[in-house]
């Protein structure tokens, strides 16, 4: 039996977010008799880090000094340790760690763009487009994404490949609501909830998304229960967000959940999931929100209208646009039995086209190309 492959994930932190997720899938679900993962964090551990160790070895990278951008030799001596196949990146960290890991004399260096700014910052295309020169397979998320490395990033010499991102189906299903959330958070139960998870960045749009929520309010039927905007997620932005919805006087109606362990029942609660993001790969938490379920109405960035396909489009939303928003969340709770159907089809569509498997065995596929090298 030939060695297994060794496998270095490189990524900023192994805490929350769709990015680290998707690495957790990829190392948890990577076929153990071919490949020997590694997993290595530049800035510190996180709540996957435990799970992480008991298929993988997981690595915290030893303090850099202030040289380390142009010469990471702390960096590089740690990979030389680790002897990897193959380093596989992970967006914030393509261009020291690719630079380490081929002065450490990787023989297949692999990196997956998860997802730019709009726009994209002219130091982070430079570095980039470095760093692709010395990176022999760069992955997009989406086929957009794939364009926007084409047109302003990747140079010449690596080719790019598409891996649309994947979920666990079977985690992610439908639920029947508990009314727990309902309870702890004092939301009637006859109340709309409008839900969304995600980092409190400003790429994400969530100060679109409080603008959009207080105009859905002053249209909302007088007759009727008034709806609430669940929040789940942390980031830089929550305090700015917090002081909006104050100012707005809509404290009552807006909940910010912070980082939850219990997505499955967060989505059960939810009568819909929404997304106000100004820049998407393919998002996790739309694929595993649709996987449950839900009727999405999210912006038309990036991904999302390729996750979507044409039996959603209509719950597309032009971005920075909190006018539109708010009439799309009042067209999808204001037509159940249409809101039901697209949350249907929003499942049909996980289950066919976006399966954790068909993600996972793409990845194999490339770290694979290792083996040809060492021949």
Known sequence: MSRRIRVLQIIQNLNYGGMERLLADIVLRADPDRFEPHVMALQYLGRFADGLSKVAT??????????????????????????????????????????????????????????????????????????????????????????????????????????????????????????????ALGIPFDAPVIGSIGRLEYIKGYDVMIEGFARLLALWPAEKAMPLLLIGGEGGERVALEARVAALGVERFVHFLGWRDDVQELHAAFSIF????????????????????????????????????????????????????????????????????DAMQARTRIVEDFSLPRMVHAYESLYEQASLRRR
Not at 301 to 309: F, P, S
């Open 274 to 341: 929404t997304m106000s993001s100004r820049s998407e790969g393919t998002s996790v938490s739309l694929l595993e929100a649709m996987s449950a379920g839900l009727c999405p109405v999210v912006t038309d960035v990036g991904g999302n209208a390729a996750v979507l396909g044409p039996d959603l489009f209509h719950r597309l939303v032009r971005p920075g646009d909190p006018d539109a928003l708010a009439a799309a969340w009042l067209d999808a709770l204001g037509g159940s039995a249409r809101r039901q159907s």
């Open 58 to 183: 997981v690595h915290l990278a030893e303090p850099m000094g202030r040289g380390s951008l142009f010469w990471p030799r702390t960096l590089t001596r740690q990979i030389k340790r680790i002897a990897p196949d193959v380093v596989h990146t992970h967006t914030g960290v393509w261009y020291k760690a690719t630079l380490a890991a081929r002065r450490a004399g990787v023989p297949l260096l692999i990196h997956t763009e998860h997802g730019r700014g709009h726009p994209d910052p002219w130091l982070a295309r430079l570095q980039d487009g470095l760093a692709s020169r010395q990176t022999d397979v760069v992955v997009a998320v989406s086929e957009v994404l794939a364009r926007q490395l084409k047109q302003g990033v990747v140079r010449e010499r690596a080719p790019i490949h598409v891996v649309i991102n994947g979920v666990d189906t079977e985690l992610h299903q439908p639920r029947t609501d508990t009314g727990d959330i309902r309870t």
